[in-house]
């Protein structure tokens, strides 16, 4: 039994160079907390002492019953465009930060967390989480994170001893989340909307300093911070495009300034090819189905851009021209990073004007065939290597794709790489294991209705290491089968 407490070393910068920008708080005391979940490599990259933390006291903490030595837990204030309507008063509803740390690598991390209880922004709300959805958030984030795309983490979960009310009586649970910080859109938009512009010029700055310290001393800063913030997001959302990802919530409240991943509700991997794939059941109008989210994205930056027109020029009309091309660059932004991971995708290390029609035409060939998107470009390297079979059985009808690959065959013989290093390097980017919806439902389900954690951290450690394919593990690599239905997801608050 480790005696040693848990130490935390917290310099937490939000707390005391942005007063008035939350309110201090306290999480509420859990019945019986217990940790079901500890990411003890990610402990260990905070410098936390992982076994100190898998224990009772470790629990207490993660649940928010108790604050540990140094923490300054406090509720974020932020605003929001909610499937297109504003809302001016968001916040942390069910959310504690407990502070910042710095990491192995000098970087400064927000530990959150999520479900800890009810505080001034709750509204309705009962503060509180239940474990499908935290288990949710916790094997996505990681999944995202093995795929190398920017995300939060977890760092662990707990279950509360307390029964919660959502579609019946679920087991309460609290996430305790790594975040690079919390500041969102929505953030920005909380102080513009009340006009408070110096509250907005101090967050800039404070976001600056966090995240894009090299512009700190540029005389034109906020024009670079709104370009740096457009090109993470551009980069960020051509990189879920690659793996098939729907986040499903694309409010502005939900998207960060760091370019980071986050707030993992409704959100999925698609099985079938679909540009208009859409999981989340109150998404009616498919405003954030699969292909809209470049789109989305930009809008959203535009409403990030309002926020800062004041900062950008004192001609109010100068600051409109100077946001809206930025705004209007995003698209060639993201076009270039997307375009730049399709070719790795399909095998290609150098460039050609027609590679994104070539990019964009595999895709084609998969609308409307029920296409594995994953197998289909994991299948594609075997073709690199002159083995068509596998890409081909996935259709039911090739003569598209039969047309499309002696397109890419020609253009293959254009490219400098022998077969061996294109095969290793689209396995390196095409992943074979994804969290399939079939398998992250029955891992949730079994955790929350039977207790029974063991399929949660199974496809977990499948899903660490997405790119290699391990003997065994043949049931996490297709899709579901016909009879799983069409996938819905809630938001599960
Ligand atoms: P989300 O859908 O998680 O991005 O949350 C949107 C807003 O609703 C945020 O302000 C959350 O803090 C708040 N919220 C979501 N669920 C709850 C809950 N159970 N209790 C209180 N606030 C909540
Ligand atoms: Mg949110």
Same mark, same amino acid.
């Given at each position: 039994m480790n005696t040693q407490p848990p130490q935390f070393v917290f310099d937490n910068t939000y707390a005391t160079q942005l007063e008035g920008y939350y309110v201090p708080w306290q999480g509420e005391a859990a019945p019986q907390p217990e940790i079901v979940a500890l990411n003890r490599d990610l402990a260990e990259d905070l410098g936390l002492d992982a076994a100190a933390l898998d224990s009772p006291e470790g629990a207490a903490i993660f649940s928010g019953s108790v604050a540990p030595e140094g923490a300054t837990p406090l509720a974020q204030a932020y605003a929001g465009h909610q499937f297109g309507g504003f809302s001016q008063q968001l916040g942390d509803g069910r959310a504690l930060l407990l502070g910042e740390v710095i990491d192995r690598n000098g970087n400064r991390r927000d530990i959150q967390l999520k479900g800890s209880g009810r505080t001034p922004f709750s509204r309705g709300g009962d503060g509180k989480a239940v474990l499908g959805p935290v288990l949710r958030e916790y094997l996505i984030g990681e999944a995202m994170h093995a795929l190398g795309i920017p995300t939060t983490r977890a760092l662990a979960a707990v279950t509360t001893g307390e029964k919660i009310a959502r579609e019946g009586m679920q087991p309460g649970a609290v996430l305790a989340r790594v975040a690079?910080?919390?500041?969102?859109v929505g953030t920005f938009q909380f102080f513009a909307a009340r006009g408070e512009q110096d509250k907005v010029r101090t967050l800039a700055d404070y976001a600056i300093a966090r995240h894009y310290p090299d512009l700190a001393d540029s005389p034109t800063k906020y024009l670079e911070f709104l370009k740096a913030v457009i090109d993470a997001q551009a980069a960020l959302v051509a990189k879920w495009l690659h793996v098939g990802f729907v986040h499903g919530v694309m409010n502005t409240d939900n998207v960060t300034i760091s370019g980071e991943t986050i707030d993992y509700g409704p959100c999925a991997f698609v /099985? +079938?090819? /679909?540009?208009? +794939?859409v999981f989340s059941s109150i998404d009616q109008n498919g405003r954030y189905a699969f292909a809209n989210q470049p789109g989305i994205t930009q809008w959203n930056l535009a409403r990030f851009a309002e926020t800062l027109l004041a900062l950008l020029d004192a001609d109010e009309d100068n600051a409109v021209r100077i946001a809206t091309n930025q705004i209007n660059a995003f698209k060639p932004r993201c076009s270039a990073f997307w375009l730049d991971g399709m070719r790795r995708k399909i095998g290609l290390v150098s460039s050609e004007p027609g590679d994104a029609d070539l990019a964009n035409d595999a895709l084609a060939t998969m609308d409307g065939q029920s296409v594995d998107h994953t197998l289909f470009f994991r299948h594609l390297a075997r073709a690199a290597n002159g083995d068509t079979g596998p890409v081909l059985s996935l259709? /039911?009808? +090739?003569g598209q794709f039969s047309e499309w690959l002696p397109r890419w065959q020609d253009r293959l013989s254009r490219d400098p790489q022998t077969p061996e290093s294109r095969v290793a390097a689209m396995d390196a980017v095409n992943p074979?294991?994804?969290?399939?919806n079939h398998m992250v439902e029955a891992a949730l389900t079994a955790a929350w209705q039977d207790g029974n954690l063991a399929p949660f951290h199974d496809l977990l450690d499948v899903v660490k290491q997405p790119f290699t394919k391990r003997d065994g593990l043949d049931a996490y690599e297709g899709p579901a089968t016909k009879d799983f239905g069409p996938y819905r997801t809630f938001c599960g608050t």
């Open positions: 690079s910080s919390h500041l969102r /099985d +079938a090819y /679909d540009p208009n +794939a259709f /039911d009808n +090739a074979v294991y994804i969290p399939r």
